[in-house]
């Protein structure tokens, strides 16, 4: 098992940038493909990004593509969301999550473990 920490969330302007953190536990942390997802108030959780076991893959939605960045470190045990051009429909509750097996990390069922959450609001 694993358990995951999800720290950085915040207040930030319209344009600005913000990284996530999401700090795992145990010493297999390189066997998990990572995720982040995010939930906006009445709407359903969504995917964002997630990472192979490695780094070497990587995945986006559509809607962040180009503006936000994926990273792990195996070593720190800590996977990375690098937010930057954030809009205000960025605001959300962003969910860091892990599953030692993803065929195609895209959906929230794909993944069986899940951090807190931490806030992220974009103001205009």
């Known amino acids: 098992q694993v358990q995951l920490v999800e720290s950085g969330g915040g207040l930030v302007q319209v344009g600005g940038s913000l990284r996530v953190s999401c700090a795992a536990s145990g010493r297999t942390f390189s066997s998990y493909v990572m995720g982040w997802f995010r939930q906006a108030p009445g709407k359903e959780r969504e995917f964002v990004a997630a990472i192979s076991r490695s780094g070497n893959s990587t995945y986006y939605a559509d809607s962040v593509k180009g503006r936000f960045t994926i990273s792990r470190d195996n070593a720190k045990n800590t996977v990375y969301l690098q937010m930057n051009s954030l809009k205000p429909e960025d605001t959300a509750v962003y969910y860091c999550?892990?599953?030692?097996?993803?065929?195609?990390?895209?959906?929230?069922?794909?993944?069986?473990?899940w951090g807190q959450g931490t806030q992220v609001t974009v103001s205009s």
């Open positions: 999550a892990a599953e030692a097996i993803v065929v195609a990390p895209r959906t929230p069922f794909d993944f069986g473990f």
